[in-house]
């Protein structure tokens, strides 16, 4: 029986992903912020919720996911938490969180999972952060790991454009996908990376790998619900498929309910005490 139907209401954890890698399952995971549309994405069936740090652009409307604080991932997280009932929850860390003493990591590690009630953690980064990965694992906190186009060193990179094209960012890609697993990761996510270089990592690792923009090959993939679900205007990378378009929808229904408003046609004689 497939673990990610609907019909299938058993808790994913993070041994079921390793469980599902091992079968050759691939892994089905979305972005969420709110209650409502946790709920909404946990009873179609999807195999883990990340709180992405994608809320500092889709939630907030900054520019990038730099501004975003350990108290507003906590706001986020929680009202997924709560509304989410099977998939496995995870929340980015955010932006200067983890990246510098791993103490300061692992009290702000251990402050997300008990405010938030998340049950893992996503780090960006390899070898740099290999302090704060390791006290954050040794706490019993599991992490998830990020490559290739990891979005909070936008200003190193100059821009969000493919990663790791040429031999010496693949080969220091491929180390550190390895060094996350030795450090006792449970997965990681590749993000805009050329295909090939994605499915060679993937099958060199025995932790699942979720792919953004990287192609097939990965064990699993991973979207912003708000750019999939067409709410995200203009924002249409090669990657991305949409699979509505609930922007139109929303300005069209509002659209509707504004004129019903001024005609008195709304609200009507059976919708009124
Ligand atoms: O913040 C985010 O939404 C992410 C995904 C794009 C992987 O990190």
Known sequence: MSTNTVDDK???TTVRLQQMKDRGEKIA??????YTMAQLVDAAGIDAILIGDSAANVMAGYSSTLPITVD???MYASSVVRGAKRALIVCDMPFG???????????NAVRIIKESGAEALKLEGGEEIRESIEKI??????VMGHLGLTPQSVNKFGGYGLRAKGEAEAQKLIADAKLLEQLGCFAVVLEKIPAALAKQVSESLSIPTIGIGAGSGTDGQVLVLQDMLGMNGGFSPKFLRKYADLGNVITESIGQYVSDVKAVDFPNADEQY
Do not use: C, F, H, W
Request: charged letters at 15%; hydrophobic letters at 45%.
């Open 29 to 34: 995971m979305l972005t969420a912020y709110d």
């Open 97 to 107: 969180s983890y990246q510098g003493n791993s103490d300061v990591a692992l009290a």
């Open 10 to 12: 058993r808790k994913v």
């Open 137 to 142: 694992i040794s706490a019993g906190i599991p």
């Open 72 to 74: 507003e991932m906590i």
